[in-house]
C-alpha cells in the first residue's frame, strides 16, 4: 500500500472514531435526560397525591400536562426492533429536533442484521448528518426530514429525503459535493465504501428542492 493511500485510511480511521464517539455521546446524553426523569418519577407522584388528597383536579390536570411536556423531550421517539438503529436514530432525531428541523421516520428493522453495528452507525449517522447541516440552511418552516427503513425482501432499505436551499445539486465524478469542511467528506466516502464491500446498492438524486439517498444491503 503506498503513503497516500496509508494516509488516507488514516485520515478515514481518524474520521470514522470521532464519528462513533459523537454518537455515543449523543446516546448518552439522551439516555441520562431518561434516568433523570425516572428519577424524578416517586416525587411526581407524591405531588399529585397531594393534589388528589385536597381535591384540586385542575391542579393534577395541570401537572399532567407539565409532565407530559417534559417527557416527549426525552421519550423514545422510534423503535425499529433493533437496539442499535433505535440508538442511533433516536439520537439524531433528538439533534434535530432540537435544531428546529422535523423527522418523520417510519422504520422497521430485525433484531438480528448481517450488517454489522458499526456499519450501521456509520450510514445511519452519516446520512443524519448531511440531512441535518442541509435543512440548517432552511428558513426553519421549509425544514423537514423524512426517513424510511424497512426490509425489502432479503434486503435492508434506508431511505433519507431532506429539502435543499438553492439550485439542484451536481456531480462531480458521480458523487454530489459536500458543503462540509475539510475531512468531513469522508462521512460519504466511508458510506459508499461500506455499501460497496457489502454488495449494496446506493443512489442519491437531486430533484424539486428536494435530496434523497437511497441504500439496499442484502441481509443473506
Known sequence: MGI??????KQIGAYQRELIETHYAEVENMYRQIRGWRHDYRN???VMKAYAAAGDMDAISKYLDAL???LATVDTVIKTGNAMADAILNSKISLAKSRGIPVRADAHIPLALKTSELDLCVIIGNLFDNAIEASMELPEDQR?????MDMKNTQL??????????KKKTKINGRFLTTKGEGHGFGLVRIDTIVERLNGYISRNSEDGAFTTEILLPQV
Not at 497516500?4 to 485510511?9: E, H, L, P, S, T
Not at 423537514?144 to 424510511?148: E, G, M, Q, S
Open 4 to 9: 497516500f493511500a496509508k494516509q488516507i485510511d
Open 44 to 46: 411526581h407522584i407524591q
Open 68 to 70: 407530559d411536556t417534559d
Open 144 to 148: 423537514l426530514i423524512r426517513v424510511y
Open 157 to 166: 432499505y434506508i431511505s433519507f429525503t431532506n429539502f435543499t436551499a438553492g
